[in-house]
Protein backbone atom coordinates (compact mmCIF):
# COMPACT_ATOMS: atom_id res chain seq x y z
CA UNK A 1 0.00 0.00 0.00
CA UNK A 2 1.56 3.42 -1.04
CA UNK A 3 2.20 6.02 1.69
CA UNK A 4 -0.10 9.05 1.25
CA UNK A 5 2.67 11.75 1.33
CA UNK A 6 6.14 11.82 2.00
CA UNK A 7 6.82 11.23 5.33
CA UNK A 8 9.96 12.88 4.87
CA UNK A 9 9.85 16.42 5.06
CA UNK A 10 11.45 19.54 7.12
CA UNK A 11 10.41 22.94 7.60
CA UNK A 12 11.34 25.66 5.39
CA UNK A 13 10.08 29.16 4.54
CA UNK A 14 8.31 31.81 6.44
CA UNK A 15 5.91 34.97 4.93
CA UNK A 16 3.71 37.34 5.77
CA UNK A 17 4.15 38.49 9.61
CA UNK A 18 0.99 39.88 10.68
CA UNK A 19 -0.08 41.92 14.10
CA UNK A 20 -3.26 42.62 15.75
CA UNK A 21 -4.07 44.55 19.05
CA UNK A 22 -6.36 41.99 21.58
CA UNK A 23 -9.72 44.51 22.55
CA UNK A 24 -11.47 42.26 24.29
CA UNK A 25 -10.97 38.76 25.90
CA UNK A 26 -13.78 36.96 27.91
CA UNK A 27 -16.17 33.82 27.76
CA UNK A 28 -18.48 35.25 24.89
CA UNK A 29 -16.17 37.71 23.30
CA UNK A 30 -12.63 37.32 21.26
CA UNK A 31 -12.12 40.96 19.42
CA UNK A 32 -9.17 42.62 17.66
CA UNK A 33 -8.77 45.54 16.18
CA UNK A 34 -7.62 45.13 12.39
CA UNK A 35 -4.09 42.91 11.59
CA UNK A 36 -1.52 45.09 10.35
CA UNK A 37 1.71 44.01 8.85
CA UNK A 38 4.31 43.61 11.61
CA UNK A 39 7.57 43.26 9.13
CA UNK A 40 9.42 41.20 7.18
CA UNK A 41 9.89 38.35 9.02
CA UNK A 42 13.50 35.85 8.88
CA UNK A 43 12.82 33.38 11.48
CA UNK A 44 10.07 32.66 14.23
CA UNK A 45 11.17 29.39 16.40
CA UNK A 46 8.46 28.44 19.48
CA UNK A 47 9.25 26.51 22.84
CA UNK A 48 6.78 25.17 24.81
CA UNK A 49 7.04 25.70 28.46
CA UNK A 50 5.92 22.27 30.32
CA UNK A 51 6.54 20.47 33.58
CA UNK A 52 5.61 17.45 35.23
CA UNK A 53 5.91 15.42 38.55
CA UNK A 54 6.14 11.88 40.10
CA UNK A 55 3.80 10.86 43.02
CA UNK A 56 4.89 7.55 44.78
CA UNK A 57 2.57 4.82 46.53
CA UNK A 58 3.08 1.37 47.08
CA UNK A 59 6.74 2.00 46.72
CA UNK A 60 6.63 2.76 42.67
CA UNK A 61 5.91 5.21 40.62
CA UNK A 62 1.88 5.73 40.75
CA UNK A 63 1.39 9.24 38.95
CA UNK A 64 2.31 11.22 36.83
CA UNK A 65 0.89 15.37 37.27
CA UNK A 66 1.57 17.36 34.15
CA UNK A 67 1.76 20.93 33.75
CA UNK A 68 1.79 23.72 30.90
CA UNK A 69 3.14 27.13 31.08
CA UNK A 70 3.28 29.76 28.43
CA UNK A 71 4.51 29.48 24.77
CA UNK A 72 7.56 31.49 23.88
CA UNK A 73 8.86 32.55 19.99
CA UNK A 74 11.95 33.76 18.88
CA UNK A 75 11.25 36.25 15.85
CA UNK A 76 13.71 37.61 13.86
CA UNK A 77 12.72 41.03 11.67
CA UNK A 78 13.64 43.68 9.53
CA UNK A 79 13.37 46.89 11.22
CA UNK A 80 9.80 47.96 11.36
CA UNK A 81 8.11 51.78 10.78
CA UNK A 82 7.37 53.48 14.27
CA UNK A 83 3.32 53.10 14.14
CA UNK A 84 3.93 49.58 14.66
CA UNK A 85 6.43 49.58 16.83
CA UNK A 86 4.16 52.07 19.18
CA UNK A 87 1.60 49.59 18.57
CA UNK A 88 3.77 46.45 20.21
CA UNK A 89 4.84 48.71 22.96
CA UNK A 90 1.94 51.06 23.98
CA UNK A 91 3.99 54.04 23.00
CA UNK A 92 3.03 57.21 20.52
CA UNK A 93 3.99 57.54 17.14
CA UNK A 94 3.45 61.11 15.04
CA UNK A 95 3.55 59.38 11.46
CA UNK A 96 3.12 63.03 9.74
CA UNK A 97 5.98 64.90 12.04
CA UNK A 98 7.85 61.64 12.06
CA UNK A 99 8.54 61.65 15.91
CA UNK A 100 8.25 58.61 17.63
CA UNK A 101 7.58 59.10 22.00
CA UNK A 102 9.27 57.04 23.90
CA UNK A 103 6.86 56.68 26.85
CA UNK A 104 6.95 53.83 30.15
CA UNK A 105 5.66 50.92 27.97
CA UNK A 106 2.29 49.48 28.50
CA UNK A 107 2.73 46.50 26.26
CA UNK A 108 -0.85 45.31 25.11
CA UNK A 109 -1.65 41.95 24.12
CA UNK A 110 -1.47 41.20 20.42
CA UNK A 111 -1.85 38.28 18.31
CA UNK A 112 1.06 37.19 15.64
CA UNK A 113 0.02 35.64 12.36
CA UNK A 114 2.23 34.16 9.61
CA UNK A 115 2.91 31.63 6.54
CA UNK A 116 4.72 28.93 7.22
CA UNK A 117 6.22 25.96 4.95
CA UNK A 118 7.50 22.35 4.38
CA UNK A 119 9.95 21.44 2.31
CA UNK A 120 7.15 19.94 -0.05
CA UNK A 121 5.91 23.44 -0.81
CA UNK A 122 2.93 23.14 1.48
CA UNK A 123 2.20 26.32 3.68
CA UNK A 124 0.19 26.49 6.77
CA UNK A 125 -1.59 29.47 8.04
CA UNK A 126 -0.97 30.61 12.21
CA UNK A 127 -2.52 32.62 14.43
CA UNK A 128 -1.46 32.78 17.52
CA UNK A 129 -4.17 34.17 19.89
CA UNK A 130 -2.85 35.84 22.44
CA UNK A 131 0.70 36.68 23.72
CA UNK A 132 2.99 40.33 24.60
CA UNK A 133 6.33 40.90 22.40
CA UNK A 134 9.43 42.04 24.16
CA UNK A 135 12.70 43.19 22.83
CA UNK A 136 13.11 44.59 19.12
CA UNK A 137 16.04 47.32 20.55
CA UNK A 138 17.40 48.49 17.44
CA UNK A 139 21.22 48.29 16.93
CA UNK A 140 23.42 51.17 14.75
CA UNK A 141 27.14 50.48 13.62
CA UNK A 142 28.95 52.07 11.45
CA UNK A 143 29.46 51.71 8.05
CA UNK A 144 32.63 49.97 6.74
CA UNK A 145 33.99 48.18 3.53
CA UNK A 146 31.51 44.95 4.58
CA UNK A 147 28.20 44.34 4.28
CA UNK A 148 27.15 43.19 7.32
CA UNK A 149 23.30 44.91 8.77
CA UNK A 150 21.42 44.67 11.40
CA UNK A 151 17.90 43.56 12.10
CA UNK A 152 15.56 43.16 15.03
CA UNK A 153 15.00 40.41 17.62
CA UNK A 154 12.17 39.91 19.88
CA UNK A 155 10.58 37.57 22.50
CA UNK A 156 6.81 36.70 22.11
CA UNK A 157 5.21 35.26 25.11
CA UNK A 158 1.85 33.68 24.19
CA UNK A 159 -0.22 32.15 26.69
CA UNK A 160 -4.63 30.81 26.49
CA UNK A 161 -7.11 32.92 25.39
CA UNK A 162 -9.92 33.20 28.41
CA UNK A 163 -12.74 33.08 25.35
CA UNK A 164 -13.60 29.07 24.65
CA UNK A 165 -14.43 28.17 21.22
CA UNK A 166 -17.04 25.68 20.61
CA UNK A 167 -15.07 24.28 17.68
CA UNK A 168 -11.92 22.71 19.88
CA UNK A 169 -14.83 21.18 22.37
CA UNK A 170 -15.26 24.58 24.43
CA UNK A 171 -11.55 24.87 25.50
CA UNK A 172 -9.47 27.89 25.33
CA UNK A 173 -7.00 28.24 22.29
CA UNK A 174 -3.73 29.31 21.96
CA UNK A 175 -3.15 29.22 18.55
CA UNK A 176 -4.70 27.94 14.95
CA UNK A 177 -3.15 26.17 12.49
CA UNK A 178 -4.87 25.38 8.89
CA UNK A 179 -3.50 24.24 6.10
CA UNK A 180 -3.37 26.29 2.90
CA UNK A 181 -4.90 25.50 -0.21
CA UNK A 182 -8.44 24.29 1.07
CA UNK A 183 -11.60 26.67 1.10
CA UNK A 184 -10.26 29.38 3.34
CA UNK A 185 -7.79 31.33 1.49
CA UNK A 186 -4.86 33.79 2.17
CA UNK A 187 -6.88 36.77 1.97
CA UNK A 188 -9.82 35.33 4.01
CA UNK A 189 -7.52 34.31 7.06
CA UNK A 190 -5.31 37.39 7.34
CA UNK A 191 -8.01 40.00 6.92
CA UNK A 192 -8.93 39.81 10.32
CA UNK A 193 -7.62 37.25 12.96
CA UNK A 194 -9.34 33.69 12.14
CA UNK A 195 -12.06 32.69 14.85
CA UNK A 196 -13.14 29.29 13.70
CA UNK A 197 -16.51 29.17 15.38
CA UNK A 198 -17.08 32.51 13.38
CA UNK A 199 -16.87 30.65 10.27
CA UNK A 200 -18.40 27.81 10.67
CA UNK A 201 -21.53 30.17 11.62
CA UNK A 202 -21.05 32.33 8.64
CA UNK A 203 -21.33 28.10 6.80
CA UNK A 204 -24.28 27.24 8.33
CA UNK A 205 -26.55 30.68 7.77
CA UNK A 206 -25.43 29.72 4.06
CA UNK A 207 -27.26 26.88 3.93
CA UNK A 208 -24.71 24.31 5.47
CA UNK A 209 -25.62 21.48 7.88
CA UNK A 210 -24.50 20.58 10.88
Known sequence: MADKENIFKNLRGVRKLMLATLTTDNNTT??????VRFAGVREIGGEEEESSGTE??????????SAEGADTYSVTTSVLDDETRAKIEGRKA????????????????????????DTEGQEWYYWI??????GG?????????GTETTNL???????????????????PLKYVKVKAGGDITEEKFFAKVYDPDAVETMSLKAGGSK
Open 56 to 65: YYDNQASIVI
Open 153 to 171: EWEYTSIYTQHRFAGADNK
Open 129 to 134: YKGKMS
Open 94 to 117: DTEKGIYFATPKNRPYVAVGFIGE
Open 30 to 35: LAYATP
Open 137 to 145: TESHKTKDD
